[in-house]
């Protein structure tokens, strides 16, 4: 055999056995293939199948029509507007910064504008539309939907917002909606919804879960990109309930406008038998729209610094000392006590209590004084002798009955308790035990005893509907739910008043405005029939000193702002047939009667005339012609 | 030298009729098969449409037939004095794309030659078997055991893979290299001296892992751990086993692939292709493709076995392991077993440069299948031929 030939064999050989070598190498890979395709589709593809699931189908919510809020008659007073609002589509604009230019020239863009739609850009997958501009006017709308070819990617969307029609007038009791925060998450999906906005004040934050209606939801089939390829079921939303009010918003309107000239007051109307609010004020107000609209942080330092506090309700979370409209209550103490209204006392200007002199505020004294005629001259020393047999416990038991040192209940967010005192009270809370002149001057409404316009409001609802607990509300139903109304129907409990006793108060309070020499005569109705009966009361804020007091008291209007007397009144008519009742406090006003008593003659006057109840005989004026 | 004359015991010519009888039409068959599958594929990825890929495939596929057929009938002695010079354009051609390719994918990889866009780097896996199979057959079983003579072919593979590594292509250097490995074991080599490369490679790890390109560096460091970028690079991963293992046994059906038609997929009409059949035809699916490239295999293991050329069997079995390469590499790739490097399916994913390469591949197979009794001399062809 030629060596050549035993070579080629040789080399022939040597290849046969290494490609018999990579042949088993190749077999084994692919049986690592086979391996790995049973492991993944077979031993696990039960959990592949799943995460499959996962990746293909995503749900979108939509979120549903908020619910109206109206008054009692009806009138809108939140509701939904159309919103048009101008997005961006990246993916489509390409050069985002050409197209903002273009778009600079229609509507107004300021540098944060344009930063905050960078960022979103950069966070989100490009064909995510991005909200670049709301609110536009129908102007911009049409300009922008003119020169929509230089502005590539750009749409104009119509969204909702939610829109107060009478602003500032409503704001503490309708209150605002706002971004969802992270403590207001519940679980409910709508709440992650970019853009969604719940109830953050008011009513629109007490009855959210009602007006908030429920989200819609579409399952839709998503490539990785999360684009929408085909939907696979739709389940349509519920749109939020409507939410009727108490509320006579024509009554509400005149009462905002009467007190808007106080630089802070505030003024609570109700139906002394039904609890209904009728009107609610608190002045000075802001613009609830503002904050769904998103306030500046500027705009919304303004509004916390501010010392009025326009944020606060103060109908509801003002807590003043009451002053003399706390007399009705003594009163009722008393007779409860066996201290009727006939028995005298007598008024020299003053009272001495131990090593201190307590004064009346007429520095001549009332003379010979009894119940009657004490409340309609509002005299002190009546009040500090007969708080001195009564006790202070006595008279904050009749207190608590009545609505005071504690929260009356209304439907309203941040409504306060106010402070009825007494000597555990005091005890507990200041370590002192309670001394005697504290009850005195505790019986004329000062010292330590807080109580809000709503609390008084109250109060004179609790005497004129002969001493039923009615409860206050501003929600007089909610459409489409039921138990609302029932409860409110409910009869109110009855606090053990003696009808004639009450009646008494209600002579007294009669007198107080339309008897010479009342506290209120001057700020009385004159219109037959339609009369008011009420209570003055001038709350100080600073102590009286003795020097000032020899020296003869400084006029309130010499005063500072911050230091005059808050001016206060409770009131109800007609006095022949009570059913309105009325409470106003005019912070630093000067004189419950001369300040404060106009004003709620003038909303009695009001509510009688609209009679939303209709409660009233008919209008002796009716056929007069205006 | 009467080896020579030996060697010359058959015509040099055949008949057309003669070469035709002996094309292995069962192996055409089985490569028209996997064309067909790949159509299939790529009309389900276009979401039951012919556009844009499925149409495009069928008709390169039926031009790249014909130059299959050509090539098949073609002389090896042919390919044996071209193997060279086709070996050196190509490597021209990738020199060029260096400085005037077009950038693609972040990688300048093209060369714009009119009418079509070439991947000389996809040339240069068939161009360099034909090289190296030149080379060893005019080598004695006790050259190729001298070092000194390994310098040449250890040229042919380095050039190459390190102008594609420059590009950079990790997958096709690795592909080049491997494919260079095989002629080199086949040719008989000591084993030995692929365990000191292989030692030595490990030594010069640290030094390559430096020279790599910050994104692959992120695809070897993602596949070691995927979770540790689930929406970015181990996002492919990811979705690729989500999609296959979804499939289970039987699979979701065809044009049922839920994950592939939402885009979860990355490139599901070319690397990723095999994901799709796997999802829409199951476990069943995924071995059936296996099993008829075992088949082309096979074939090509005969070929080899049975070629009267050393030449034709270096050729034919490295033309095979290439192709092996390619079908492990991307379906271990897609199963989450090797990290993601570019590397088509032969003939079903979509791509032009790819079927060209596989086409040509499977033509010179068929080739030295055709011409197996044709000796070649072991000092080359003193123009006795064409």
């Given at each position: 055999?030629?060596?050549?030939r035993?070579?080629e064999?040789?080399?022939q050989?040597?290849?046969?056995?290494?490609?018999?070598?990579?042949?088993?190498a190749?077999?084994a890979?692919?049986?690592?293939?086979?391996?790995r395709?049973y492991y993944?589709?077979?031993?696990d593809?039960?959990?592949y199948?799943l995460?499959?699931?996962?990746?293909?189908i995503s749900?979108?919510?939509s979120a549903?029509?908020?619910g109206?809020i109206v008054?009692r008659?009806?009138i809108?007073l939140?509701?939904n507007?159309q919103?048009?609002q101008?997005?961006?589509?990246a993916e489509?604009?390409?050069?985002?910064?050409?197209?903002l230019?273009?778009l600079?020239h229609?509507?107004h863009l300021d540098?944060?504008d344009?930063?905050?739609?960078?960022?979103?850009?950069?966070a989100r997958r490009?064909f995510v539309p991005?909200?670049v501009?709301d609110?536009?006017?129908?102007?911009q709308?049409?300009?922008?939907?003119?020169?929509s070819v230089?502005?590539?990617?750009v749409?104009?969307?119509?969204?909702?917002?939610?829109h107060?029609p009478?602003?500032?007038?409503?704001?503490h009791?309708v209150?605002?909606?706002?971004?969802v925060?992270?403590?207001?998450l519940?679980?409910?999906?709508?709440?992650?919804l970019?853009g969604f906005r719940?109830?953050?004040?008011?009513v629109?934050?007490?009855h959210?879960?009602?007006?908030r209606?429920?989200a819609g939801n579409?399952?839709?089939?998503?490539n990785?990109?999360?684009?929408?390829?085909?939907?696979i079921?739709r389940?349509?939303?519920q749109?939020g309930?409507?939410?009727e009010l108490?509320l006579d918003m024509?009554l509400?309107?005149?009462a905002?406008?009467r007190?808007?000239g106080?630089r802070s007051?505030s003024?609570v109307?109700?139906?002394?038998?039904?609890g209904d609010?009728?009107?609610?004020?608190?002045?000075?107000s802001y613009?609830?729209?503002?904050f769904t609209r998103g306030l500046?942080?500027?705009?919304?330092?303004?509004?916390?610094?501010?010392?009025?506090?326009p944020l606060?309700?103060?109908a509801?979370?003002?807590?003043?000392?009451?002053?003399?409209?706390?007399k009705?209550?003594v009163s009722?103490?008393a007779?409860e006590?066996?201290?009727g209204?006939?028995e005298?006392?007598y008024c020299?200007?003053?009272m001495?209590l131990?090593?201190?002199r307590?004064h009346?505020w007429?520095r001549?004294g009332?003379?010979?004084?009894h119940m009657?005629?004490a409340?309609k001259q509002?005299?002190?020393?009546?009040?500090?002798?007969?708080a001195k047999?009564?006790g202070?416990?006595?008279i904050?038991?009749m207190?608590?009955?009545m609505?005071f040192g504690q929260t009356?209940?209304?439907d309203?967010?941040s409504e306060?308790?106010?402070l009825?005192p007494?000597e555990d009270?005091?005890?507990a809370?200041i370590?002192e035990r309670?001394q005697?002149?504290?009850?005195?001057i505790?019986a004329?409404?000062q010292?330590?005893?807080?109580a809000?316009?709503l609390?008084l409001?109250?109060?004179?609802?609790r005497?004129v509907n002969?001493?039923?607990a009615?409860?206050p509300?501003?929600?007089?139903?909610?459409?489409?739910v039921?138990?609302i109304?029932e409860e409110v129907k409910?009869?109110?409990?009855?606090?053990?008043?003696?009808?004639l006793?009450v009646?008494?108060?209600?002579?007294?309070?009669?007198?107080?405005?339309?008897?010479?020499?009342?506290t209120a005569?001057s700020?009385?109705?004159?219109l037959p029939g339609?009369?008011?009966?009420?209570?003055?009361g001038?709350s100080?804020?600073?102590?009286i000193?003795a020097?000032e007091?020899a020296?003869?008291?400084?006029r309130?209007e010499?005063?500072?702002?911050?230091?005059?007397d808050h001016?206060l009144?409770v009131?109800?008519?007609p006095?022949?047939n009570p059913?309105?009742?009325?409470?106003v406090?005019?912070?630093h006003?000067?004189?419950?009667g001369s300040v404060?008593?106009p004003i709620a003659r003038?909303?009695l006057?009001?509510t009688?005339r609209?009679?939303?109840?209709?409660?009233m005989?008919p209008s002796?004026l009716?056929?007069?012609k205006? | 030298m009467?080896?020579y004359n030996?060697?010359?015991r058959?015509?040099?010519?055949?008949?057309?009729l003669q070469?035709?009888?002996?094309?292995?039409?069962?192996?055409?068959?089985l490569?028209?098969a996997?064309?067909?599958?790949?159509?299939g594929m790529?009309y389900?990825?276009?979401n039951?449409?012919m556009?844009p890929?499925?149409?495009?495939?069928l008709?390169?596929?039926?031009?790249l037939f014909?130059l299959?057929?050509?090539?098949?009938?073609t002389?090896i002695?042919?390919?044996?004095r071209?193997a060279y010079?086709?070996?050196f354009?190509?490597?021209i051609?990738?020199?060029a794309?260096?400085?005037k390719?077009?950038?693609g994918?972040g990688a300048?990889?093209?060369?714009d030659l009119?009418?079509?866009?070439l991947?000389?780097?996809e040339?240069m896996?068939?161009?360099?078997?034909?090289a190296?199979?030149?080379?060893?057959?005019s080598?004695?079983l006790?050259d190729v055991?001298?070092p000194?003579y390994l310098?040449f072919?250890?040229?042919?593979v380095?050039a190459?893979?390190?102008?594609?590594?420059k590009?950079?292509?990790l997958g096709t250097?690795?592909?080049?290299?491997?494919?260079?490995g095989?002629l080199?074991?086949l040719?008989?080599?000591r084993?030995?001296?692929?365990?000191?490369v292989?030692?030595a490679?490990g030594?010069i790890?640290p030094v390559?892992?430096?020279?790599l390109?910050?994104?692959?560096?992120?695809r070897?460091?993602?596949?070691l751990?995927?979770s540790?970028?689930?929406?970015?690079?181990g996002?492919?991963?990811t979705?690729?086993?989500?999609?296959l293992g979804?499939?289970g046994?039987?699979?979701?059906?065809?044009?049922?692939?839920?994950?592939?038609?939402?885009?979860?997929?990355p490139e599901?009409?070319?690397d990723?292709?095999?994901?799709?059949?796997?999802?829409e035809?199951?476990?069943v699916?995924?071995?059936?493709?296996?099993g008829?490239?075992l088949l082309?295999f096979?074939?090509?293991?005969a070929v080899?076995?049975?070629s009267?050329n050393?030449f034709?069997r270096?050729l034919?079995?490295g033309?095979?392991?290439?192709?092996?390469f390619?079908?492990f590499?991307?379906m271990a790739?897609v199963?989450g077993?090797?990290?993601?490097v570019g590397i088509?399916l032969p003939?079903v994913?979509y791509?032009?440069?790819?079927?060209?390469?596989a086409?040509?591949?499977?033509?010179?197979i068929l080739?030295?299948?055709v011409h197996?009794?044709?000796?070649?001399p072991r000092?080359g062809?003193?123009?006795?031929?064409?």
């Open positions: 055999m030629s060596r050549a035993t070579e064999q040789n080399r050989k040597s290849f046969t056995r290494r490609a018999l070598l990579l042949g088993s190749k077999a890979l692919l049986s690592v293939l086979g391996a395709l993944l589709q077979v031993v593809a039960e959990r199948r995460l499959a699931e996962d990746n293909r749900m979108r919510l549903p029509r908020r109206r008054d008659n009806g809108p939140a509701v507007r919103n048009y101008v997005h961006m589509v489509q604009a390409q050069d985002v910064d050409r197209t230019d273009a600079t229609i509507i540098r944060e344009r930063a905050r739609v960078k960022r979103d850009i950069a490009s991005v909200q501009k609110n536009l006017t129908w102007d709308v049409s300009r922008i939907a003119v020169n230089e502005l590539p990617g749409f104009v969307e119509a969204g909702q917002s939610r107060y009478y602003g500032p007038t409503l704001a009791i209150g605002y909606v706002g971004a925060s992270e403590q207001d519940t679980g409910d999906p709508v709440l992650e970019p719940i109830g953050k004040n008011g629109e934050k007490v959210d879960e009602e007006l209606g429920r579409t399952q839709v089939e998503v990785a990109v999360g684009r929408v390829m085909q939907q079921s389940v349509e939303g749109p309930h409507d939410v108490t024509g509400q309107n005149y905002h406008q007190l808007i106080e007051a003024a109307v109700m139906d002394a038998i039904t609010v009728l009107s609610l004020v608190s002045v000075p613009d609830p729209s503002a500046s942080s500027s705009e919304w330092r303004s509004l916390i610094e501010d010392p009025l506090s606060s309700n103060k509801i979370s003002g807590q003043y000392a009451p002053g003399s409209t706390f009705m209550v009722l103490a007779m006590h066996h201290i209204p006939q005298e006392v020299p200007g003053y001495d131990g090593n201190h307590f009346c007429r001549g009332h003379g010979r004084m009657r005629d409340l509002s005299c002190d020393v009546y009040f500090y002798d007969i047999r009564l202070i416990d006595a904050a038991s207190a608590r009955r609505g009356v209940g209304i309203l967010p306060r308790t106010g009825m007494t009270w005091k005890l809370n370590g309670w005697g002149g504290e009850t005195l505790q004329i409404g010292g330590y005893m807080l809000t316009p609390q409001a109250v109060m004179t609802a005497l002969g001493g039923k009615i409860r509300h501003v929600t007089r139903r909610i459409v489409g039921e138990n109304t409910e009869e109110s409990p009855d606090l053990g008043l003696m009808p006793q009646k008494s108060i209600l002579d007294a309070m009669d007198a107080v405005c339309n008897e010479r020499r009342g005569y700020a009385r109705i004159h339609w009369e008011m009966g009420g209570k003055t001038t100080q804020v600073r102590r000193t020097s007091r020296a003869g008291i400084v309130n010499d005063l500072p702002w911050r230091r005059r001016a009144f009131g109800y008519a006095v022949h059913r309105y009742v009325c409470s406090v005019v912070e006003g000067g004189g419950g404060a008593a003038d909303l006057i009001e009688q609209r009679d939303p109840m209709d409660a005989p002796p009716a056929g007069l205006e | 009467t080896g030996l060697s010359f058959r015509t040099p010519s055949m008949s057309l070469k035709l009888l002996q094309v292995n039409w069962a192996v055409v068959l490569i028209c996997l064309a067909g599958v790949g159509a790529l389900s990825a276009a039951a449409s556009e890929w499925a149409e495009r495939h008709i390169r596929f039926a031009v014909v299959l057929i050509a090539i098949a009938l002389d002695r042919i390919w044996f071209f010079p086709a070996y354009i190509t490597l051609l990738l020199v794309v260096e400085f390719g077009t950038v994918m300048q990889r093209w060369i009119g009418v079509i866009q991947q000389p780097s040339v896996k068939v161009t360099l078997v034909l190296l199979a030149r080379y060893f057959h080598l004695s006790e055991r001298r000194l310098l072919p250890l040229f042919l380095l190459p893979a390190g102008l594609v590594l590009q950079p292509d250097a690795t592909m080049l290299v491997l494919a260079g095989a080199f074991l040719a008989g080599v084993l030995w001296k692929f365990l000191l292989a030692v490679t030594a790890l390559a892992w430096n020279s390109h910050q994104y692959q560096k992120n070897v460091l993602t596949f751990d995927p540790s970028d689930p929406l970015g690079a996002y492919h991963i979705q690729s086993k989500i999609a979804s499939g046994v039987f699979g979701r059906g065809f044009l049922e692939g839920t994950q592939s038609h939402l885009n979860f997929l599901k009409q070319t990723f292709i095999f994901t799709m059949l796997a999802e035809f199951g476990m699916g995924a071995m059936g493709l296996i008829l490239y082309v096979l074939y090509g293991f080899a076995l049975t009267s050393h034709g270096l034919a079995l033309l095979t392991v290439n192709l092996f390619y079908v590499i991307n790739m199963m077993l090797l990290p993601v088509p003939l994913s791509g032009g440069t790819a079927m060209l390469t086409m040509t591949s499977f033509g010179l080739c030295v299948r197996k009794d044709i000796s070649i000092r062809l003193q123009g006795e031929v064409v």
